[in-house]
């Protein structure tokens, strides 16, 4: 539901070089992904389910906040799903108050996040 039915490559290709992506790799596969824009905002932050709950995400956010430390960045921000959610709050970040959001038809649960760093 994310992701529409025809994806304008361009568009997508836009999207992803906006923003730094940092991937993660098992034995050379990709298994998980997130980004960062320059504002400091986590767009996107996937794991493949087959390595859910080994760490994955858990690294990637480390990754992310350390590459925001190094530019300077003062706040990070995402909008966690409900099972991301956790991650978020292992590695620090304040949760806010859920919101409805919806695409193409369907309505999901988001919570705002957001870590200050220091």
Same mark, same amino acid.
């Given at each position: 539901?994310?992701?529409?039915?025809?994806?304008?490559?361009?568009?997508?290709? +836009?999207?992803?070089?906006?923003?730094r992506?940092? +991937?993660?790799?098992?034995?050379?596969?990709m298994?998980?992904?997130?980004?960062?824009?320059g504002?400091?905002?986590?767009?996107?932050l996937?794991?493949?389910?087959?390595?859910?709950?080994?760490?994955?995400a858990?690294?990637?956010?480390?990754?992310?906040?350390?590459?925001?430390?190094?530019?300077?960045?003062?706040?990070?921000? +995402?909008?966690?799903?409900?099972?991301?959610?956790?991650?978020?709050?292992?590695?620090?970040?304040?949760?806010?108050?859920?919101?409805?959001?919806?695409?193409?038809?369907?309505?999901?649960?988001?919570?705002?996040?957001?870590?200050?760093?220091?």
């Open positions: 539901v994310w992701a529409p039915d025809l994806i304008d490559r361009e568009a997508w290709l +836009a999207r992803f070089t906006a923003r992506t940092f +991937a993660f790799e098992v034995d050379g596969l298994v998980g992904y997130a980004d960062l824009d504002a400091g905002h986590i767009d996107r996937f794991v493949d389910p087959a390595f859910g709950r080994h760490g994955v858990t690294r990637l956010l480390a990754h992310v906040e350390t590459e925001a430390r190094t530019a300077a960045t003062r706040r990070l921000t +995402a909008g966690a799903s409900l099972t991301a959610r956790k991650v978020f709050e292992r590695a620090g970040f304040r949760i806010g108050v859920p919101r409805v959001v919806e695409r193409r038809g369907e309505e999901f649960v988001q919570f705002p996040v957001e870590k200050t760093l220091g």
